[in-house]
């Protein structure tokens, strides 16, 4: 599937050889859950808790409309 910008795209393919789980990276900023095909910027509380985002902090595509339609 493709996103909204590059750097959606480099945020979500980025692979950190740190931390295995994105949850656990600090630099990584979001989430995609392809099932429910929802973004969401990862809160680094030591768990995996995540807040849903409606627009791209990048580009400022809206993103829960891109989700419906695909
Ligand atoms: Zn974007
Ligand atoms: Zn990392």
Not at 1 to 26: I, K
Request: hydrophobic fraction near 30%; proline fraction near 3%.
């Amino acid at each position: 599937m493709n996103h909204c910008c590059d750097s959606m795209e480099r945020d979500l393919a980025q692979v950190c050889g740190q931390h295995a789980d994105r949850f656990d990276c600090p630099d990584a900023l979001i989430t995609f859950n392809s099932e429910t095909k929802r973004y969401g910027l990862i809160i680094h509380d030591g768990g995996s808790s995540a807040m849903t985002i409606a627009f791209c902090p990048w580009c400022g595509a809206n993103l829960q409309s891109r989700g419906r339609t695909e």
